[in-house]
Nanobody, 115 residues
């Protein structure tokens, strides 16, 4: 059983910043890969950023240069720092991980970028 809980979302003005947090618990390897996805109503789900147990990272072109994914392995947490937020960043952000071939998703945290 794996549980993921996201937090840190909210309403932010364009150009602002947010740090999303994801706390993982349960039967998960501490070095399991983790990722952030986002989905807006009427839009397809997209991968925002991912990170491996070795701290290798990948970013979507849409957030490259504005987002930083990091992890705290001892505390089973992953973070997404987003700067220079744009209205198109508005979405529900989900934390995901893979454990023994099974993908797990958190409940999501809403990020709204608007004036």
């Amino acid at each position: 059983q794996v549980q993921l809980v996201e937090s840190g979302g909210g309403l932010v003005q364009p150009g602002g910043s947010l740090r999303l947090s994801c706390a993982a618990s349960g039967s998960i390897f501490s070095i399991a890969p983790m990722a952030w996805y986002r989905q807006a109503p009427g839009h397809q789900r997209e991968l925002v950023a991912s990170i491996t147990g070795g701290a290798s990272t990948n970013y979507a072109d849409s957030v490259k240069g504005r987002a930083t994914i990091s992890r705290d392995i001892p505390n089973n947490s992953v973070y997404l720092q987003m700067n220079s937020l744009k209205p198109e960043d508005t979405a529900v952000y989900y934390c995901t991980t893979r454990s023994r071939g099974i993908d797990y998703w958190g409940q999501g945290t809403q990020v709204t970028v608007s004036s």
